[in-house]
């Protein structure tokens, strides 16, 4: 899935990319989910914060789905010392590269 990562193989090398959308999303839910629960709860009801902490549940397990193949070669490459990270993991302009040699 673009929205979590990209993968770019060149005949040198495999570059994944990791965007912060999905990040991005998880924080604002968070945010919204403790906003809702603290100042609209009403109890013994299903509210939105009930809905929104299931999406925040089901990101996060899209997500881990998602990346498990990506994250068992960048572990792989990772022992072996061959990969190089640059980047920030909160840029939209600068996102974290991962470059592993071929």
Known sequence: MKIFYERIET???????TKPHALYIFIGLSLLYAVIDHFISIPGEVT???YAGMT????????LIVMRKVRKE??????????????????FTNPIVATIPK
């Open 56 to 63: 925040i549940i089901a990101l996060l397990f899209l997500r």
């Open 11 to 17: 005949e040198t090398e495999i570059k994944i990319i």
């Open 48 to 50: 939105l914060s009930d």
């Open 74 to 91: 960048l572990f792989t490459a990772m022992k072996t010392k061959q990969v190089k990270f640059t980047g920030s993991r909160l840029s």
